[in-house]
């Protein structure tokens, strides 16, 4: 039983990345904005981690355009409080 659970989190985790980095290779911040609101933190963080080390490596440009996507929110953010 626990097994399948373990199977069936890793295969939304998987789907998940994958959205991810769809959106992030769209350049879809909106997109991308609906992961941040309808996760935990934790579960983004995981999905950061596992999108920037496996699949920005040979996405270069994507990654870049995420890096500037993030400080324009934490910058936004910061100006909100």
């Not at 789907?15 to 579960?43: G, M, W």
């Not at 040979?58 to 910058?75: G, Q, R």
Request: include cysteine; charge should be negative; hydrophobic fraction near 40%.
């Amino acid at each position: 039983m626990s097994q399948e659970i373990n199977q069936a989190l890793r295969a939304e985790s998987e789907e998940l990345v994958e959205k991810f980095l769809l959106y992030c290779r769209q350049r879809n911040p909106e997109a991308l904005d609906t992961i941040y609101k309808h996760y935990p933190s934790n579960i983004v963080w995981e999905l950061l981690q596992c999108a920037i080390t496996a699949f920005f490596y040979d996405d270069v440009d994507s990654l870049a355009w995420f890096c500037s996507y993030t400080a324009s929110e934490i910058k936004c953010s910061s100006q909100i409080s």
